[in-house]
Antibody, heavy 121, light 106 residues
Framework: EVQLVESGGGLVQPGGSLRLSCAAS????????MSWVRQAPGKGLEWVSV???????YYADSVKGRLTISRDNSKNTLYLQMNSLRPEDTAVYYC???????????????WGQGSLVTVSS | DIQVTQSPSSLSASVADRVTITCRASQSIGNYLNWYQQKPGKAPKLLIYTASNLQSGVPFRFSGSGSGTDFTLTISSLQPEDFATYYC?????????FGQGTKVEI
């Protein structure tokens, strides 16, 4: 059974840093595509980043240069390192196993329960 | 960036109603369009991928259609557990983008 469990969220001051973790079970992170998607309170969904099985990474413009996606194959865990945080980064962050049906057709098949990040002084 | 616009933003319906939600992309995206359901306080759930493929375990009353710029999610007979917010999402180009959501209420 595929399971994704996020951790590491909390309250952080503007300009601060935080690292989110997403522990996976039931599949291998290193051979999968993995994404982060966030949702500000009361708002819609926003894609943040993806890491391909080959290691390539892509980001939304709003987070480029401040948030970094990575993985630890030995721990079967995905990470999101968040630096220079801003109040507008306040959101629930979901990790998602991203499946592929050919020729760039990606979709978020499995989701974690989410981790709340609050950026406030 | 490719904009995806859902309509309506919200709708009121009754059990057994046929419900249709539309998603329009700002440029042609082939069939690179997915649909999700989200209930309050829960993670989104994949319903339909690549425009018309039903995700395993999703009831057959859900269906998707369309290609190019215009897409539709249809619930053939609304059930009590279907009251939720629905999102479309394109993966044709980065950044992957979501529609703003459609809230289905009683």
């Amino acid at each position: 059974e595929v399971q994704l469990v996020e951790s590491g969220g909390g309250l952080v001051q503007p300009g601060g840093s935080l690292r989110l973790s997403c522990a996976a079970s039931g599949f291998t992170v290193s051979t999968s595509y993995m994404s982060w998607v966030r949702q500000a309170p009361g708002k819609g969904l926003e894609w943040v980043s993806v890491i391909y099985s080959g290691g390539s990474t892509y980001y939304a413009d709003s987070v480029k240069g401040r948030l970094t996606i990575s993985r630890d194959n030995s721990k079967n865990t995905l990470y999101l390192q968040m630096n220079s945080l801003r109040p507008e980064d306040t959101a629930v962050y979901y990790c998602a196993r991203t499946s592929y049906s050919g020729a760039g057709r990606y979709y978020f098949e499995y989701w974690g329960q989410g981790s709340l990040v609050t950026v406030s002084s | 960036d490719i904009q995806v616009t859902q309509s309506p933003s919200s709708l009121s319906a009754s059990v057994a109603d046929r419900v249709t939600i539309t998603c329009r992309a700002s440029q042609s995206i082939g069939n690179y369009l997915n649909w999700y359901q989200q209930k309050p306080g829960k993670a989104p759930k994949l319903l339909i991928y690549t425009a018309s493929n039903l995700q395993s375990g999703v009831p057959f009353r859900f269906s998707g259609s369309g290609s190019g710029t215009d897409f539709t999610l249809t619930i053939s007979s609304l059930q009590p557990e279907d009251f939720a917010t629905y999102y479309c999402q394109q993966s044709y180009n980065f950044p992957w983008t979501f529609g703003q959501g459609t809230k289905v209420e009683i």
